[in-house]
Every structure is written in C-alpha cells, then in structure tokens.
C-alpha cells in the first residue's frame, strides 16, 4: 500500500498527526515515505516493536524523551546564511537605518526576535549586518533567537557551520567573523554572546517573550508549514509583539493573505514586509465661521 494513501486509522496517520499537534507542522504526502523509515528506526531503537506499538506508546507518554529525538528528525532544518538576499539587503540599507532613525537618540536597545532559527544561520546574519555598520555604533540591539528543535539550538551556541552554510557570506565578512576549524568555520565568540537563544515552540501560543515590542521579527518559512487555523493564530500572536513602528518579514514567498488584517504588507522594492496598519487620519473639523455680533439694544432712557 502506498504511504501517501494510508487510512487514517494506520499508524503513519495517527503519527502525522501526533507531529502536527506537538510542532505545527504538517508532514506532506510526499514525506511519508521517509516518516515511514523513522519510526521504523526509532521503534527499533526503543524496543517497541513495531510502528504500530511505537505510535501507541507516544500516544500514551510512555517514551520520556522521545519527543526530543523525533522532533530534530522529522522538521526541515536545512539552511545557510545571507538567504533570500534581497531582504537581507533591503534591512540593512532601509529597515535598521528607519527603525533607529524614528528613536531620535540612543535609548532601549533594538529589540530583534528571529523566531525559527535552526542552527542559528539567520540570527547570525543580522548579527553580521548589525556589527559590520559602524553608522549602527552608538546604538545598542538584542537578538532573541528561539527553535522548538533544541538540538538545533545546540548546535547554534556551537556555531560550527560547514561549507555550504557560508557559502553566501561575504569574503570580508568570512575573514572578519569566522574562524577555521578543520573543514569547518567556527562564528566568532563574541559575535556568538550578542545572540540569545531559547527554546520555543510556536505551534502553542500564547507565548511569551523576555522582552515585548520587538522592532524586527523574522518569521521566515515557517507558516507554510502550518495549517490555516494555527497560521492565524500564531500571526495574531506575533502581531501583539509587533512594536506600533515594527518589521515583519516573512519567507520570500510566503504571505499573509487570508490569514489575517491586522497587519498590512508593505511593499520595499525588491521585497515587501508587513506592518500595523495605520489608523485612518481623522478629518479635520470643518472651519467655524464667525458669528456676527448682535448689537445690544439700547438703555431705556
């Protein structure tokens, strides 16, 4: 029988959809087949037996840690700094210049919030923009970075990235900020300290953040892997965190159409993000047109 065509009384289902309430992602038909190959090990590795007894046992909570094994094998984590480009280069040149420029002077740090970091790729890349910005040196930011995967996270503080992850970042930025680690390029220590990493998982808002009003926030690729109603409300979330003058980016092909109208897209050229939505201007009062005086009538004599 074909995975893709499972009932949903078989296993495989009933896992996809353990997957789906526990991380929010929808695992797609074309995947089965290699969800099938993971339970398979992973019932092996426990000692269930089979994928049926394995599924059973998750169901149950008589795997104590299980989830965290799973998670890292079945979610996308394939990434690579300076991904998608163009909206790297539209937050340097007009995202950070105009989010600093409306504080006037330098006052609470620049709250920045990448939501699904993965191995840290993205967080690492604002990192880079930020450091390599000496207009950017008076004014002090924060990075909050959090995954559900904490294995990911793990590798993140590790900061060991392979070829393929740097193979976007600049030769200079590559020299300033890496260092050679056998076949590897380790992210530089200090840069590694501005970013705070914590676990999170956004398939169960409400969540809460150290800090709230963050100016920019990252929540690329992730959305498409939700259904409709856990879009809406993670989208309605992330808005309440929004600041009133925030960025929201999302993947370079993803949008917010039909999931919600708080926010409004935002078109920057070679990119587009989503803002507040700003309140009608309220007309101004017609002009009050003098009355002309009545004189007062006469004494009488």
Not at 21 to 42: C, H, K, M, W, Y
Not at 62 to 88: M, N
Not at 115 to 142: F, N, V
Request: proline residues 11%; glycine residues 6%; neutral net charge.
């Amino acid at each position: 029988m074909s995975h893709a065509h499972l009932p949903p009384d078989e296993p495989l289902q009933r896992l996809v959809g353990l997957i789906r309430d526990r991380t929010g992602n929808a695992i797609p038909p074309n995947r089965l087949p290699f969800l099938s190959e993971v339970a398979e090990r992973r019932a092996e590795a426990k000692g269930t037996g089979s994928v049926r007894d394995y599924v059973q046992a998750l169901e149950r909570g008589l795997l104590p840690g299980e989830w965290e094994q799973l998670i890292p094998l079945v979610t996308i984590k394939e990434s690579y700094f300076f991904r998608a480009p163009q909206q790297w280069e539209v937050i340097r040149r007009q995202v950070l210049p105009e989010l600093l420029q409306g504080r006037g002077s330098p006052g609470r740090p620049l709250r920045i919030w990448s939501a699904a970091c993965a191995r840290g790729e993205e967080p690492s890349t604002l990192a880079m923009i930020l450091s390599d910005d000496k207009t950017l040196a008076p004014w002090s930011w924060s990075i909050l970075a959090t995954d559900v995967d904490e294995d990911a996270l793990a590798g993140a503080r590790l900061g060991l990235y392979g070829d393929r992850a740097v193979g976007q970042v600049p030769p200079e930025m590559l020299e300033r900020y890496f260092n050679r680690k056998g076949k590897l390029y380790e992210l530089s220590a200090e840069l590694r300290s501005r970013i705070h990493y914590m676990p999170l998982n956004l398939a169960h808002p409400p969540f809460e953040l150290p800090q709230p009003e963050v100016d920019l926030i990252l929540l690329r690729n992730v959305l498409i892997y939700f259904r409709r109603p856990l879009q809406r409300r993670v989208v309605q979330q992330v808005g309440q965190l929004l600041a009133p003058n925030g960025y929201l980016f999302l993947g370079a092909s993803e949008t917010l159409w039909q999931v919600q109208e708080e926010l409004e897209p935002v078109d920057l050229g070679s990119c587009f993000c989503y803002r507040h939505r700003k309140a009608p201007e309220t007309p101004a009062p017609p002009p009050r047109v003098a009355r002309a005086a009545v004189p007062l009538p006469a004494p009488p004599a």
